[in-house]
Structure formats: C-alpha cells, structure tokens
C-alpha cells in the first residue's frame, strides 16, 4: 500500500529565503507525482507535475526534483514571500488507477 | 475563477436529512472525482468518473451516492451520515483519464464544508 510522508509538518521563514519542502513515498512504481497548494478555506492548485520519466519541473520560483528510485520528491522554493504562505501537498499517482494518494501536507507561514 | 464551481460551500445536516452537494466544471474535462479532506488525515479519494461512467469507487459507504449526468456535472447524493462524516468535501476534474491526457494535473474547487450534527 502506497503511503506519502510529507517533513516538515509545519515550516516558518522569514521572508526572502529559500526554503525546500520533502515528500517521500514508500512504492516507487508511480505514474507521476504532483506538488499541490492549499489556501485556507480553498481546494487545491496545482503547482507542478512530474511524470516518472522525468527528474524535474520548474515554474518561476518554484522547482520539483524527483528521485523515483529513492522514493523521494523535493519542492524548492526561492525568495520565498508572505504569499506563499499556504499548505503545500504532495501526491502520487499510481499506474493503473486514477487515484492519487496524498501525503498530509506541510504547513508554510513565511513571515514579513 | 477556478473553473471547478462547488455548491453549497458550507452545509449542517442532521444524521437523517437526504442532502446534496453540486460540482459544475467550466473545463471542457470529460473526468471529475469526489475527494474527501479530513481534519489530521490525508486527502482520501471517493469516486471517479470518466465521460460519465464511474471507473473508480474507493470502498466508499453507501450512504454516500454519486451521479454524473453529464461530464460537465458531478453530484454527491448524501443520506444517513454519521458524524465521521464531517469534513470538506473537493471536487476535481483532469482532460481525460486515458492515453496522453492520462499526465494532466488535476483542477480543484473550493470544496464543501460539511458538518454532521
């Protein structure tokens, strides 16, 4: 059964620095791994997709790394800013079903 | 705008009512799901649907029913809860869950927020 670790459970920065957000999960025969972002009282956005062919995916500051042998994933974070503050969760999706199994998310509150 | 739309954003019921929640996608997706949000656990997926047939039911209870008439429209019949039950309620749709657009991230409305008396 595929089980998703996210560490820390909450983080606090101030702002301007970079931060690195974990995940890790215990199958590694995933399809692709996805970062998610959860505002308070909002569903979810998605941040970056990777599929398992592929190590990394950039978007403006953000930058997802992907180990599938080890089982891990990474969320860089660069210049963070007090709206990044939200919970960011990561989930991986199995082959041969649409399910995404997420982990419980870590908690950003990036100071002023 | 999310382009996922759900309706009630909150909703208190007693443990008898018959409810139900809405979920309209602007999208152009043929594939919606159910997930639920508990508070301290993992979002859990319930159900997914795919040009409105279900292809996945995640041993979700049978106090909880789905419809999709529609791939623009997915319905969470509710009836007898208990109050476990509580959480929030997300509904999502992706292109297609087939072929190439299977790699397509998931798109997300801003959930229901149920309460169980």
């Known amino acids: 059964k595929q089980e998703v670790t996210q560490i820390p459970a909450a983080l606090s920065v101030p702002e301007g620095e970079n931060l690195v957000l974990n995940c890790s999960f215990t199958?590694?025969?995933?399809?692709?791994l996805q970062w998610f972002r959860q505002d308070p009282g909002k569903g979810l956005t998605s941040l970056l997709l990777?599929?398992?062919?592929?190590r990394e995916q950039t978007s403006g500051r953000l930058n997802a790394s992907l180990d599938k042998s080890s089982g891990r994933s990474t969320l860089y974070i660069a210049a963070s800013q007090p709206g990044d503050s939200a919970t960011y969760l990561c989930?991986?999706?199995?082959?041969?079903?649409?399910?995404?199994?997420f982990g419980k998310g870590t908690k950003l509150t990036v100071n002023p | 705008e999310t382009g996922v739309t759900q309706t009630p954003r909150h909703l208190v019921m007693g443990m008898t009512n018959k409810k139900s929640l809405k979920c309209e996608q602007h999208?152009?997706?043929?594939?919606m799901y159910w997930y639920k949000q508990s508070a301290k656990k993992p979002l859990e997926l319930m159900f997914v649907y795919n040009f409105k047939e279900q292809t996945e039911n995640n041993s979700v209870p049978s106090r909880f029913s789905p419809e999709c008439p529609n791939s623009s429209h997915l319905f969470l019949h509710l009836h007898t809860l208990q109050p476990e039950d509580s959480a929030l309620y997300l509904c999502?749709?992706?292109?297609?869950?087939?072929?190439?657009?299977?790699?397509?991230?998931?798109?997300f409305g801003d959930g229901t927020r149920l309460s169980i008396l």
């Open positions: 999208l152009g997706h043929n594939a």
């Open positions: 999502a749709s992706s292109q297609d869950i087939q072929g190439r657009y299977s790699n397509q991230p998931q798109h």
């Open positions: 199958d590694s025969a995933i399809y692709n």
């Open positions: 990777i599929q398992s062919s592929q």
């Open positions: 989930a991986v999706k199995q082959g041969g079903s649409e399910k995404l199994v």
